[in-house]
């Protein structure tokens, strides 16, 4: 990952599985977001290939790269939410672009995937009418909208107060439970970390590689290396391993 001559990060190298709800984490500055553009589609990585499945993303055809990210659905960090559209309209408007459906389905539908993230009766609302929390949830059900089979979120706790954090933890081990959906979510939130995350990759600022990967409890459990236990216990953790040994990445199977 890099920005003309400046390498922001080099050398990752992870898999995401089906069914996982898989975690970006690391401090500030070290590229998670950038991260996520790669693997979204938004900017080609300097070197290297994302691939989905079997295919290589920024190697295959314009189109079938278009076919790939309609299987996917993403949540940016402020909901991004367009403020002139109600709720309803946000999350109908990939459905009116990509669809063929009557507009009285489309209704129905942004209704339904509204009331699955505890919408419902706020159609008619704008974004400037509701709470933060119900932008982020809006927000989500607008990435539901095609059914995808990747859910891509940025954030999403991000400026929510502790319960409505909850909240939108619950919603997400809901979706992934009853859908089926694979979810892959930046977030620096220990709570979320460790309440919904079950595989995880750790990338660094200062070393520029990613340095741990693996379920988040294992991580704070087994994963000697400091900087990743300062991150999970807030700097709260006194590593008492040898130089050579916590100054080790931890990739941890599983």
């Given at each position: ?10 050398d990752l190298?992870?898999?995401?599985n ?9 401090g ?17 990585p ?8 079997s ?7 314009p ?10 659905g ?21 459905l009116?672009?990509?669809t ?30 509701i709470?933060?929390g ?13 059914d ?8 999403p706790?991000s ?22 959906t ?13 309440a ?26 087994d ?8 991150f999970?216990?807030?700097?709260e ?10 100054s080790a990445p ?5």
């Amino acid at each position: 990952m890099a920005y003309g001559s400046y390498v922001l990060q080099h050398d990752l190298s992870f898999s995401v599985n089906r069914g996982d709800i898989f975690i970006i984490m690391g401090g500030s500055g070290s590229g998670k977001s950038t991260l996520m553009r790669h693997l979204i589609g938004l900017k080609a990585p300097a070197r290297g290939a994302v691939f989905y499945g079997s295919m290589n993303f920024w190697e295959s055809e314009p189109r079938e790269r278009d076919q790939m990210m309609r299987r996917c659905g993403v949540m940016y960090q402020s909901g991004a939410l367009w403020s002139s559209l109600t709720l309803a309209e946000n999350v109908a408007l990939s459905l009116e672009f990509y669809t063929s459906l009557k507009p009285v389905e489309v209704r129905e539908i942004a209704s339904l995937k509204l009331a699955l993230v505890g919408l419902a009766g706020f159609e008619d609302y704008y974004p400037a009418e509701i709470s933060g929390g119900m932008k982020k949830r809006a927000g989500i059900a607008r990435a539901m909208a095609l059914d995808p089979e990747l859910l891509f979120f940025d954030e999403p706790s991000s400026g929510l107060d502790p319960i409505s954090a909850r909240l939108l933890d619950d919603l997400i081990l809901e979706l992934r439970d009853s859908l089926g959906t694979t979810v892959v979510v930046i977030t620096h939130e220990l709570a979320s970390i460790f309440a919904i995350g079950n595989n995880s990759v750790f990338i660094d600022a200062a070393q520029q590689t990613m340095i741990a990967t693996g379920d988040p409890n294992r991580l704070l459990k087994d994963c000697a290396n400091p900087t990743v236990r300062n991150f999970l216990t807030r700097g709260e953790a006194k590593a008492e391993s040898k130089p050579a040994e916590v100054s080790a990445p931890c990739f941890l199977a599983g």
